[in-house]
């Protein structure tokens, strides 16, 4: 059982925009960075989200990220075929002195 | 740009210890942290540990009895030592730059991943 929890899927329509949750608690998301990440069928993970909100260079803006409180978002917006993937959230943990991962949402287009 | 490369057997025996090696190029390995992270088939990521190029490891609670990470910067290589293995260490093992994630030290560049079975 993950420490950060994610709806196992969710799913989508072309050019819909989608939200995608990670839950945790005051040791990890309430007072930490929250990173997201996109691993695309076979491949490795790839960094999609810094620090709560930051896109790395290369991510399209149609990607997004937040954070309230003990819970985090990713949006996508203008859904397309490529981004059905794996979809995952990291934190650091203060009580386990890592990181820790959520366990992953799978997201379909539909 | 910096790139990673992981090596190492695909087959392990159980009870054995499992070695990878990660090779980093396009840069250097100094001033950064280094993770390995696994995957079981059909689950989600599991971070095992992070080394600092200073040779400062930390490791994940549920693996840190069988866990070793070390470094040689002379060479731009970390490896990944895992003891005592069962069918239970049967993933796909990663390597990435990052993990020290609390000051914003992110998982930035992973390698593509190498196989390893636990099997008889």
């Known amino acids: 059982q993950s420490v950060l929890t994610q709806p196992p899927s969710a799913s989508g329509t072309p050019g819909q925009r989608v939200t995608l949750s990670c839950s945790g608690g005051?040791?990890?998301?309430?007072?930490?960075?929250v990173y997201w990440y996109q691993q695309l069928p076979g491949t490795a993970p790839r960094l999609l989200i810094s620090?709560?909100?930051q896109r790395p260079s290369g991510v399209p803006d149609r990607f997004s990220g937040s954070k309230s409180g003990t819970s985090a978002s990713l949006a996508i917006s203008g859904l397309r075929s490529e981004d059905e993937a794996d979809y995952y959230c990291?934190?650091?943990?203060?009580?386990?002195?890592?990181?820790?991962f959520g366990g992953g949402t799978k997201l379909t287009v539909l | 740009q910096v790139q990673l490369q992981e090596s190492g057997p695909g087959l392990v025996k159980p009870s054995e210890t499992l070695s990878l090696t990660c090779s980093v190029s396009?840069?250097?390995?100094?001033?950064?942290?280094w993770s390995w992270i696994r995957q079981p088939p059909g689950k989600g990521l599991e971070w095992i540990g992070y080394?600092?190029?200073?040779?400062?490891?930390t490791y994940s609670p549920s693996l840190q009895s069988r866990v070793t990470i070390s470094i040689d910067t002379s060479k731009n290589q970390f490896s990944l030592m895992l003891s005592s293995v069962t069918a239970a260490d049967t993933a796909v093992y990663y390597c990435?730059?990052?993990?020290?994630?609390?000051?914003?030290?992110?998982?930035?560049?992973w390698g593509q991943g190498t196989m390893v079975t636990v099997s008889s």
């Open positions: 990291v934190a650091w943990d203060d009580s386990l002195s890592g990181p820790v």
């Open positions: 080394i600092f190029s200073s040779g400062s490891t």
């Open positions: 396009g840069g250097s390995i100094n001033s950064e942290f």
């Open positions: 990435a730059r990052g993990g020290y994630v609390k000051v914003a030290s992110a998982f930035d560049i």
């Open positions: 620090r709560n909100h």
């Open positions: 005051s040791s990890n998301v309430g007072s930490n960075y």
